[in-house]
């Protein structure tokens, strides 16, 4: 792709990423079959190729319209075009710059502003969210049917084991899971605690993915910042890696390196971070996990990869293989490649898309006639349990 990009960003480092980006695209429309929102709206303009034709427009001096900024709200950046992409365009990266840009130069409805800043005020903050879901739970028995579903009932936290052996590994908490999903953490510190690792929560904050990726970018870049104040006297203590159990912040904090590059003072921190950054997967797979006793009862089990794991990360098939050597038996997921629309906040702003999308993923996980669903996420998992009376639990309290 021939790219003229206009002065005020041509010689800036996004704007030398982006050129390089752009002038990688071939237009062969490859990412258009797997584009969750162009196959729901058959639309260009809703599709990567067309998306990444307005982002070019936008960098190349044209000004931006709400026509501009709708359809970029409109992506998940799910990057399941990236894992389709021949050319290896780097299309959530561009989406970044693009939306940044747009941001800037076009006003949103006022509602629609209040909204997201409200997002970015409530859930990065654990103890603000905390107290938003104990009023929810409290309002949960007078509020409509649709409404309540998304309001997730308690779960009554297990114990952590003590810290007891020499091998050490940091656990990134997340700013939702530990008040909507208690155990999930729980239950990685009672697996590796059964294979010698001892798991380390330190007072994290959020990883800085709500803001980052709500177009507050020094925002999200604070988070970042703290984070990596607290957990560096561990990693110079000789913590082994940074586990997270949510593969949406995985995915954050393994992109510090490049979010950071251009900070002199955190810059090389942030790539340490990044290179210590495991999904519990990735740990779990080099581990002899015969030490693990099977569970007595193993119902058939849906799996549902997250797009921040399976497209973000990389990581394709290595939950599946953990829970089948464990001995559950895992159902097939035709269209396993596409979201389940819950995308961070996008299930909030985009509620109608991210619907469709929740009742199609759901259709395909319950085709094997399963159990229960797994998965890696707490967003998918909180998502996907609001359209569907199956159990939905992380897959890491399945190896409890």
């Known amino acids: 792709m021939q790219t003229q990009l206009a002065e005020f960003i041509r010689n800036t480092r996004e704007g030398r990423e982006a050129d390089t980006i752009l002038r990688k695209c071939v237009h062969c429309g490859f990412c258009l079959a797997t584009c969750p929102t162009y196959r729901l709206l058959g639309d260009e303009l809703d599709s990567p190729r067309g998306r990444i034709y307005l982002i070019k427009q936008v960098l190349e001096g044209r000004t931006p319209s709400e026509k501009t900024q709708l359809h970029l709200d409109r992506c998940l950046t799910c990057l399941n075009c990236e894992t389709t992409c021949p050319s290896g365009v780097e299309y959530g990266r561009l989406a970044d710059i693009g939306r940044r840009i747009v941001e800037k130069q076009v006003e949103r409805p006022l509602s629609n502003h209040w909204v997201r800043r409200s997002l970015r005020w409530l859930i990065p903050s654990r103890r603000r969210f905390r107290a938003a879901l104990r009023l929810g739970r409290m309002a949960r028995p007078v509020l409509p049917g649709g409404l309540k579903r998304r309001v997730p009932t308690p779960v009554a936290p297990r114990p952590w084991p003590r810290r007891r052996h020499a091998r050490r590994m940091l656990v990134l908490e997340g700013c939702v899971q530990p008040a909507l999903a208690p155990n999930t953490n729980a239950a990685a510190a009672r697996v590796l605690d059964r294979l010698g690792i001892s798991l380390v929560a330190p007072e994290d904050t959020c990883c800085g993915a709500v803001s980052y990726h709500l177009a507050a970018v020094e925002e999200g870049r604070s988070f970042m910042r703290r984070n990596i104040d607290t957990w560096w006297p561990h990693i110079e203590n000789g913590v082994e890696a940074i586990v997270t159990t949510a593969s949406g912040c995985g995915v954050m904090v393994k992109d510090y390196e490049k979010v950071l590059h251009d900070d002199p003072e955190y810059a090389d921190k942030a790539k340490r971070v990044s290179a210590l950054a495991r999904d519990i997967s990735e740990v779990l797979a080099g581990e002899d996990l015969t030490r693990l006793a099977p569970p007595a009862e193993r119902p058939r089990v849906a799996f549902h990869p997250p797009c921040t794991l399976q497209h973000g990360q990389a990581i394709r098939g290595v939950v599946e293989k953990i829970l089948l050597d464990a001995g559950w038996e895992v159902t097939p997921v035709p ?66």
Request: with cysteine; proline share 3%.
């Open 335 to 400: 269209d396993a490649h596409l979201c389940c629309g819950s995308a961070g906040t996008y299930s909030i702003l985009q509620k109608d898309l991210a619907n469709r999308l929740k009742r199609d993923k759901l259709q395909a996980l319950q085709q094997g006639e399963p159990g229960l669903i797994a998965t890696a996420n707490i967003g998918c998992q909180v998502h996907l349990q609001s359209g569907t009376n199956l159990p939905v639990k992380h897959w890491i309290e399945l190896l409890e």
